[in-house]
């Protein structure tokens, strides 16, 4: 029997303390990277679906979910949307493939008999609370923009997520009638090249952002 191990270097163990192997911990994370310059390889809507099919099982606040998306496509929409974009953003959104305006819905408590049915109450408890479920539905939608930033990676898509934006223009713009609340736009595509012209960054590590009690 041949006592060779080479083999073993094709093949992707987790690395210790993970569950998964590292070319997806690469994929996710460690060779990921927010992305400014895309191709002209389009993004469906099937992919799109297909990312939000698994971002949704991500936890909330009472499963809440209150996390919209407007997809922004067509060469008019796209300059309605740059208008309400600082400069320094602008030719991204207008040259990205699509743009996803990342908003949340202070409406959520509607769907609280359906999503968290052992909470059904909370829906008529809200209902006059417009000030806290803005909160809840901002603070809830942040957290699935960390969901969706990894759910486009794990599709392999490529995001460039962006603030400065007036938001209150955005949503005057596009959310007049359903009320939603825009937080941020992505950009998506395939990157281009690297995608950045910076080089990648330092973290800080654990013993920088931890404590222990």
Excluded at 21 to 28: K, S
Excluded at 51 to 69: C, Q, S
Excluded at 154 to 183: C, Y
């Amino acid at each position: 029997m041949s006592t060779e191990t080479n083999v073993l270097e094709d093949l992707d163990f987790p690395t210790p303390g993970y569950a998964i192997g590292d070319d997806v911990a690469d994929l996710l994370f460690r060779q990921a990277r927010t992305v400014g310059a895309f191709t002209d390889e389009p993004v469906t809507d099937e992919q799109l679906a297909a990312v939000y099919d698994l971002i949704k099982w991500g936890p909330t606040a009472i499963n809440t979910v209150p996390l919209r998306l407007l997809v922004v496509r067509s060469a008019e929409a796209r300059e309605r949307l740059a208008k309400h974009v600082n400069d320094g953003n602008r030719d991204r959104v207008l040259a990205a493939p699509v743009t996803l305006i990342v908003a949340s819905d202070p409406g959520f408590h509607q769907h609280i008999p359906t999503l968290a049915p052992h909470m059904s109450a909370l829906a008529d408890a809200l209902e006059d609370q417009l000030e806290q479920r803005e909160q809840m539905a901002r603070m809830n939608t942040l957290i699935q923009l960390g969901y969706l930033i990894v759910g486009l990676r794990a599709a392999g898509l490529d995001a460039g997520p962006m603030a400065g934006l007036d938001t209150a223009g955005v949503d005057a713009e596009f959310f007049a009638e359903n009320g939603w609340r825009s937080q941020l736009i992505v950009n998506v595509g395939h990157r281009e090249g690297e995608g950045t012209r910076h080089p990648r960054a330092a973290r800080l590590g654990y013993d920088q952002v931890s404590l222990t009690v």
